[in-house]
């Protein structure tokens, strides 16, 4: 008895494996003039790790013996990526591991940029922040402060004693509810805060809030404030009003950040390694289908139609090619989950071919053996594939950062030490994740189909097309 499986289904499975494996890599863009439209992103648009495009990998702790707090550890990052936008670093990483009261922080080197010098940056990153209110809002051409804003100081981070953000009802506004950055002053703050106020309300001013010189936010002075309570209102969300909070506790901040761990990679030696893999890749993948053909015949074409739709699909997940979600991080342990889930794409498609070839030797039909041997194959596959999902997810979670699914969900086994955050293994695990699942479809189901589509053909009807002894 034939299989269901319509003849043409192999031809339209080819068919969206090859276009699928196309898009993937050229991605789908327009022009319009010189801008440019991006609507499915190709493998260009793969975010590389440090360890490949180069750059630094920095961990920042308190001093020693100081147990900080989760708030604290929060504004001191928000310093941090302040400092890393003010010097021009938008692509950066930067994660906290409250356990250990670590920030870990990554950037890559600039773009075509020569003198750069890490270590200054670093000690840049590191220093206290200067947070400042300030007399009105006058800037330069380079929005620094100037004039009235640049000489009248008001207050300094030292003298706010905790910012929050707190919901204001409607009977307390006046109007509908809104969120805002609730401020508790010193005793020194909130006299210096009572005479600026009574001062700035009766001309109508503001009062701005800078870090670093950057420019944060201008409220404008509703009324004399005396009892060393402010509240900053404006267009806030529970989100905006918690990283302002964040950014003025971040300073008067109580330590200084110490620099734990500090490394460089320069991007030649990240780029060498990535093409030698790529090329390694492209390599091991054509000797596999290969090797594969010559062993098993047609279910090793069909293996290697497989292997190249896992890859693509591999590659879709990483750069960001559904619209769903975002790009992910490849290092150089991620290209290795690749091809370790390659691997295991082989190992899927040699079991089932293995099985097939016992039950011709056993003198089963064609039809028989096909039946056969994907049932006989399917618990081996499934065990291995299982066993190996569950690998990757404890990796996921064991060198993620706190806020992935997978660290949440493990946080209960990891929580004595806390996570790593090594982004370099979490990619590993990520593709291995991805690139195993990837194979139960394409290496089982896909496989399947097509083989079944094949043998309806009477020229591929021969049984040693299908690894069975030749008459």
Known sequence: MKSKVKKPVFFIVLALIIAFAVSVIVGVTSYYGDMETVYIKGVNDIRFGIDIKGGVNVTFTPPEGYDATDEQLDAAKEVIVQRMLNLSITDYEAYIDYNSDRIIVRFPWKEDEADFNPEAAVQELGETAQLTFREGLELDELNQPTG???????LEGSDVQQAYAAYQSASSTGSTGEWAVALELTSEGAE???????????????????????????????????????????????????????????????????????????????????????VAGIIALVGIIIYTIIVYRLPGFVAGISLIGQVAG?????????????????????????????????????????????????????????????????????????????????????????????????????????????GTIYSFGYTLLVGVVLNLFFGVFCSRIMIYSLSNFKALRKAWLYGGEKK
């Not at 009235?148 to 008001?154: F, Y």
């Not at 870090?211 to 309570?229: H, L, W």
């Not at 039909?365 to 081996?380: P, Q």
């Open 314 to 422: 591999t590659l879709a997940f990483v750069s960001g090619y559904f619209g769903f979600m975002d790009s992910s991080i490849l290092t150089i342990p991620g290209i290795a989950g690749i091809i370790l889930a390659v691997g295991m794409g082989v190992d899927a498609n040699v079991i089932t071919a293995e099985r097939i070839k016992e039950e011709l030797a056993n003198g089963k039909t064609l039809d028989g053996s096909l039946k056969s041997g994907f049932k006989r194959a399917y618990s081996a596959i499934i065990d291995g594939n299982v066993t190996m999902i569950l690998v990757a997810i404890i990796l996921m979670g064991a060198f993620g950062t706190p806020d992935s699914i997978c660290a949440k969900a493990l946080n209960w086994v990891f929580f004595m030490f806390g996570q790593s955050t090594d």
């Open 192 to 278: 210096k805060f009572a005479e600026a106020t009574a001062r700035l309300y009766e001309e109508g001013g503001v009062i701005s809030i800078w870090m670093d010189d950057t420019y944060i936010s201008a409220p404008t002075v509703n009324a004399v404030i005396t009892d060393g309570n402010a509240t900053i209102s404006g267009s806030f969300d529970s989100e905006s009003a918690t990283k302002l909070a964040n950014q003025i506790n971040s300073g008067a901040l109580p330590f200084k950040l110490i620099t734990a761990s500090f490394s460089t990679i320069s991007p030649s030696l990240g780029t060498g390694a990535l093409t030698a893999m790529v």
């Open 148 to 154: 009235v804003t640049a000489e009248n100081i008001i």
